[in-house]
């Protein structure tokens, strides 16, 4: 890393005069740095040395100016290609979350379903992730059918959708004040469409079962929601009660749409699976094991056999092994998954290069 200390009262003419002595023009991540030593912006650029300059070329007025403006110090990390570099970026921005970035921010073109670690799960239709324990599903296009697939399959299920801070009082659960004879604390629960805690109508067991069975569902490895929805339809059609089963078969028709995304979008990420070879700056080429779209290492390209073998058995391990999160993405993947995906499908060349550990035409250097 290379680091530039202000000693000039004017600091953006001393910043400018070390970076065109010192920079080069190649790939990295550079960090501005406010007086505070606050990082107020992360970048990255192919060829650093220019992309630097052009901030004290900016006219009044443009976002680079006024952060050239504010920054006392520039760092920078020099990066072997533009996919290092746009990993890096990401994590960077990721770890100092700079005032100045709007990159990687979150999209709101997309939607991510929550399932909360209360006692009682509950499934929530948010906007970006968090590093709070919960199990996250998505992304998924358009946010208002995520809310759309929450209220769904909350009402199938029967889930709660209540406030965080509402007592839970499972049947279960000893109490000395009656828990089983309270009345629910919502109308979903007079009406039956949710299990009520609340009020003491379900074990905890019971309770815990419908939630996995909605985590395996937005998992894409369970269809419950639906078989229930069309059982209740057919019940309807015998009853002769047809505006009523009319009802259910749309309800079926959208979750089956929510369920065909949800299909396509696991298969999107498993395809993200593979070993990706990337020719470096100045010969320094890496190979990069993704899972699942989430880089787990970055390794030097092999340039013998013994090389070669030690990267397969790497690659084996870490793309066999058990999944920390076997029902969804983590709080800190999502956008990593988002980010990874956009390049391949921007580089469609790029992702023909990238090959199974257990392939036998493995280069042996890239």
């Known amino acids: 890393m290379v680091e530039i200390v202000v000693t000039h009262p004017r600091p953006s003419a001393a910043l400018r005069a070390d970076v065109r002595a010192r920079a080069q023009n190649r790939p990295g991540v550079y960090r ?28 009044r007025g443009e976002k680079a100016e006024e952060i050239i403006g504010n920054t006392r110090r520039i760092e920078w990390d020099s990066v072997p290609s533009e996919f290092a570099a746009l990993l890096h970026e990401l994590r960077s921005i990721k770890r100092w979350r700079p005032p100045f970035n709007v990159v990687h921010r979150r999209d709101r073109s997309y939607g991510f379903i929550r399932l909360t670690r209360d006692p009682a799960p509950r499934l929530q239709a948010v906007r970006s992730v968090s590093g709070d324990g919960s199990a996250w599903f ?11 697939a929450v209220r769904e399959i909350s009402d199938v ?32 629960g007079d009406l039956h469409r949710c299990l009520a805690p609340c009020a003491g109508r379900c074990t ?23 078989e229930m929805l069309r059982e209740r339809m057919e019940a309807a059609a015998h009853r002769l009660q047809f505006e009523y089963a009319a009802t259910l078969r749309d309800r079926v028709d959208r979750l089956q749409a929510i369920r065909d995304e949800l299909v396509a979008l ?19 080429d890496r190979c990069y094991i993704v899972r699942r779209g989430i880089v787990l290492a970055e390794v030097c390209a092999p340039a013998d056999a013994a090389a070669r073998a030690a990267l397969v058995e790497r690659a084996e391990r870490l793309c066999s092994g058990p999944q920390r999160h076997p029902f969804g993405v983590g709080a800190a993947q999502a956008t990593e998954i988002l980010t990874v995906a956009r390049w391949f499908r921007r580089h469609p060349e790029e992702r023909a290069r990238a090959w199974r550990w257990d392939d036998p035409g493995l280069p042996i250097a890239v």
């Open 32 to 59: 501005m740095v406010g007086p505070d030593d606050r990082v107020l912006y992360v970048g990255r650029s192919v060829r650093l040395r220019s992309r630097l300059l052009s901030y004290f070329r900016a006219a």
């Open 138 to 148: 998505g992304p998924f296009w358009g946010p208002e059918r995520v809310r759309e």
């Open 157 to 188: 299920l029967q889930l709660r959708d209540c406030a965080r801070n509402t007592p839970i009082r499972f049947a279960d659960q000893l109490d000395l004040f009656g828990a089983a004879d309270r009345t629910p604390l919502c109308l979903r």
């Open 204 to 226: 905890r067991a019971a309770y815990a079962e419908r939630a996995d069975v909605a985590a395996r569902f937005l998992a894409g490895e369970a269809d419950a929601p639906l």
């Open 266 to 284: 696991r298969g999107t990420i498993e395809s993200l699976t593979f070993v990706y070879p990337v020719s470096g700056f100045d010969g320094d």
